[in-house]
């Protein structure tokens, strides 16, 4: 089957409790990636990018952070910057169309 090659562009934003705060990122339950910041402010967020090369179908995206941590996530902006995919915010789903 082919792949398509897509790019998942959001912003994650931290309310941080003073602590390493690390989280993983997740598609269809498989770990994509680990990271590790300082949230040394409210006003700072990531821009994050997920490069996904995959056939067409649906994608979970979730976000996790690990323990022990009393920082709270959360996930902005989430969005597709080509025109091959759709992001179903309500779901957090990447859509991948097989045309």
């Known amino acids: 089957m082919q792949t ?3 790019q998942v562009h959001c912003d994650v934003y931290c309310k941080w409790d003073g602590n390493d705060t690390r989280y993983r990122l997740y598609i269809n339950d498989e770990l994509f990636t680990e990271r590790s910041w300082i949230w040394n402010g409210k006003d700072y967020y ?3 990018v997920i ?3 995959a056939p067409p ?3 979970n995206i979730r976000y996790e952070l690990l323990e022990p941590c009393g920082s709270k996530l959360k996930i902005k902006n989430m969005r597709v910057e080509s ?3 759709a992001i179903h915010e309500d779901q ?3 859509e991948i ?3």
């Open 83 to 85: 025109k091959n995919a």
């Open 57 to 59: 179908g649906l994608y």
């Open 4 to 6: 398509k090659s897509v």
């Open 46 to 48: 990531l821009e994050e």
């Open 51 to 53: 490069s996904i090369e």
């Open 92 to 94: 957090i789903t990447l």
């Open 97 to 99: 169309p097989s045309s």
